[in-house]
């Protein structure tokens, strides 16, 4: 069993930026695929980015890519997210979930079988 916990979250002005952090614990963190999603109020939940066991191969929604990165520290046992340029649009809260051996290109919800609790993140304009 994997337990996630998010932090990081915060208000922020447009044009900021802030960076995500997901702690895993009960399980090994190096055999799972990571991602993080968001959910925005009165929106589906949606992907944001994911990354493989390694770090090595990342993949991130359109709507972020080239301002968000997605990094990993197996060492420390946590997932980040690194928030650049950060626009009204990324207003949301933020949930990482772990997936033992996943596919980064499957982006699924039912996938992942491990969520945190979501940390808020307020873009001000």
């Known amino acids: 069993q994997v337990q996630l916990v998010e932090s990081g979250g915060g208000l922020v002005q447009a044009g900021g930026s802030l960076r995500l952090s997901c702690a895993a614990s009960g399980g090994t963190f190096s055999s799972y695929t990571m991602v993080w999603f968001r959910q925005a109020p009165g929106k589906e939940r949606e992907f944001v980015a994911t990354i493989n066991w390694s770090g090595t191969g990342t993949y991130y929604a359109n709507s972020v890519k080239g301002r968000f990165t997605i990094s990993r520290d197996n060492a420390e046992n946590t997932v980040y997210l690194q928030m650049n340029s950060l626009n009204s649009e990324d207003t949301a809260v933020y949930y990482c979930?772990?997936?033992?051996?996943?596919?980064?290109?499957?982006?699924?919800?039912?996938?992942?079988?491990?969520w945190g609790q979501g940390t808020q993140v307020t873009v001000s304009s």
């Open positions: 979930g772990a997936a033992r051996a996943g596919n980064i290109y499957d982006i699924r919800i039912s996938q992942y079988a491990y």
